[in-house]
C-alpha cells in the first residue's frame, strides 16, 4: 500500500510566545545564545537516581 | 517594558522536556543519545519561534564520541509521532556530548542540514557531564551559531 505524504510546508500560525502569556511562567533565559548551566537539572535527576529525598523509616 | 515589546526568543522550551533529554542522557553515559525535539513554529511580530513541548528518544548506535540512529527506527518515530503526538511536529534533534562540551561538530553539522532544512530546525546539545545544555542553528555555508533562548514551565 502507498502511503500519501503531504509534504507542504505549513505556514506558521500566529501566537504570543509562551513568556508573554499567563500560562507559562519563565525558568531561565540564554540572553546570549552561548547555553545554560544545569548542573541543577543533573543533581536533581542523579539524586532522584539515587533515591535521594526518598522518606526515611 | 510591555508585554507587546518583549524580545521573541527563537526557542522557548518547556521545563519537562529539557529534564527528559537530560535524563536519557544520564542514562545512557558513557555513550551518546540522539532524539527528535517535537513543538510547533509560530511567528509574532514578524518573528518566527519554535514552543519546544516533547521530544522522541532515538534507538541509537552509539558510543561515546558518535551517535546515529539505528537504521529501522526512523520508521518507530514516525510512528510515536503520528500515535502520540498527532498535534506536534519535528522541529529539530537533541543528541549528547557526554564530557566534552556543547557545539556541532562537522558531521552535526552535516546531519543538521541534510535532515533539518526548515530554518527554524534547531539543534539541542546536552552535555549531563559538564552540566551544560545550548541550542543551536546551522548557518550559511559550514557554519553554525549558538541560539537565543527561554526555558519555560506551564503555570499551575
Known amino acids: 500500500m502507498v502511503r500519501v505524504l503531504d509534504v507542504t510546508e505549513p505556514q506558521p500560525e500566529q501566537r504570543p510566545p509562551p513568556d508573554i502569556t499567563d500560562e507559562y511562567e519563565v525558568i531561565s533565559r540564554d540572553e546570549e545564545g552561548d547555553g545554560y548551566d544545569i548542573s541543577e537539572i543533573v543533581d536533581m535527576l542523579k539524586g532522584m537516581e539515587s533515591g535521594e529525598g526518598d522518606a526515611q523509616p | 517594558m510591555c508585554a507587546e515589546e518583549r524580545p521573541v526568543y527563537p526557542v522557548y522550551i518547556d521545563l519537562e522536556v529539557l529534564l527528559d533529554v537530560t535524563k536519557h542522557a544520564l542514562e545512557e553515559l558513557p555513550r551518546e543519545v540522539i532524539g527528535f525535539l517535537l513543538g510547533r513554529a509560530y511567528t509574532w511580530n514578524g518573528e518566527t519561534y519554535v514552543h519546544v513541548t516533547g521530544s522522541i528518544r532515538g534507538r541509537s ?24 503526538h498527532p498535534d506536534k511536529e519535528i522541529v529539530g534533534w537533541y543528541h549528547s556530548h557526554p564530557g566534552y562540551g556543547c557545539f556541532l561538530s562537522p558531521t552535526d553539522i552535516t546531519s543538521h542540514k541534510s535532515c533539518f532544512a526548515m530554518p527554524h530546525h534547531v539543534a539541542l546539545v546536552v552535555d549531563p557531564v559538564r ?8 548557518s550559511e555555508g559550514f557554519g553554525y551559531e549558538g541560539v537565543r533562548s527561554a526555558i519555560v514551565r506551564r503555570r499551575v
Open chain 2, 61 to 84: 548506535i552509539a558510543s561515546e564520541t558518535s551517535v546515529a540512529f539505528a537504521p529501522d527506527s526512523l520508521a518507530e518515530v514516525a510512528e510515536s509521532l503520528r500515535r502520540d
Open chain 2, 131 to 138: 552540566k551544560e545544555a545550548a541550542f543551536f542553528r546551522v
